[in-house]
């Protein structure tokens, strides 16, 4: 049934609706899944069951589901790239977190925060979808939820991510690497442990995501590359911008979780000093508690999706 997750996840981050438009969320994976569309229905059924109360590793769609950064003939050329986007304001920035399998006294609450900046007005618009006791919500567009101003903006984030960039171009191609949770493709991934079970009140944020995207121009041809992209307001109005560099900190839940996909990656100073300024920055708790609080409550009910123990990983807009 992973197939079948995967391509239902797609639908859940497209906010209920298919890839490119395309009709009904069900009749679409029964068409992906070479079924009948009118199995659309049942279909829905077996999955609902199969995902209801149940708890899921969110990292095993996370990592199939997520797309590579754009291709760069070497670290410094990427490098410099960002750095000239970053000084002209050309860039974009998503910043994820994510409280992902947590049931606080056998209760589902679970939340998916996407902030996304404008550098040109340093406003962060806010996308959400969260899951409380099997009754999920998702935000219909998103909406201004925070504004900041450039000094503050370069000290917390801008400038912890240029070191970070320095540190991940001077490491990235040593032998030692993976020690850094580093690779050429642009990636930066680190772990921390939660000691909380699942069912704790008070838990680690399951992942912190950084992502950076530059112009149109830059990006890579390959079609999968090209089609992960972003819509950013512009000095001439909306423009695509595309993937080129990830921070990824998951957490590892050290009472349930065996960490088949990746060896346990510290993060570094420079890491933990950029998720702390986004946490200062986006007014977020150091500790996931109760998530109602958030800024979640002008959700609407996307009850398509009551009951099914799947979140998605990006929100797509």
Known sequence: MMKSY???????????????????????????????PGQGEKIKHVIRSELHGDISNWTQLYYINRSTP?????????????FSALSDKKY???IYFRALDRYPG??????IFKWKLNPLTHTFMLST?????????????????INTDNPTLHKHIL????????HWVTQASSPNAYKFGLDANGTIEVT???????????????????????????????????DFCEVFEGEHGKEKKFLAFRFHQRAIVTKTEEDFLHSRVPPSDIALELVK??????????????????????NIAFTEFDNIFLSPNFLIE
Request: glycine content about 6%; some cysteine; overall charge negative.
């Open 277 to 298: 300024g986004a946490k200062k920055i986006l007014r977020l708790s150091n500790k996931v508690t109760n998530l109602e609080g958030n800024d979640i409550n002008s």
């Open 192 to 226: 921390i442990e939660d000691s909380a079970s699942p069912h704790a009140y008070e838990t680690e944020w399951s992942s912190v995501e950084v992502l950076l995207y530059l112009p149109e121009e830059d990006r890579d041809m390959d079609p999968e590359v090209a």
């Open 129 to 145: 979808y969260s899951n409380y006791g099997g009754m999920a919500y998702i935000n219909k567009e998103p909406h201004p939820a």
């Open 6 to 36: 995967a391509f239902l996840l797609m639908c859940m981050q497209n906010r209920g609706k298919p890839p490119y438009g395309y009709g009904n969320c069900w009749e679409w994976i029964a068409e992906k899944l070479e079924r009948d």
């Open 92 to 94: 974009g920035l998503v």
């Open 159 to 166: 400038f912890p991510l240029k070191r970070l960039l320095e």
């Open 106 to 111: 056998e209760t589902a609450d679970i939340g």
């Open 70 to 82: 754009l291709a760069f003939p070497d670290l410094e050329s990427r490098k410099n790239r960002i």
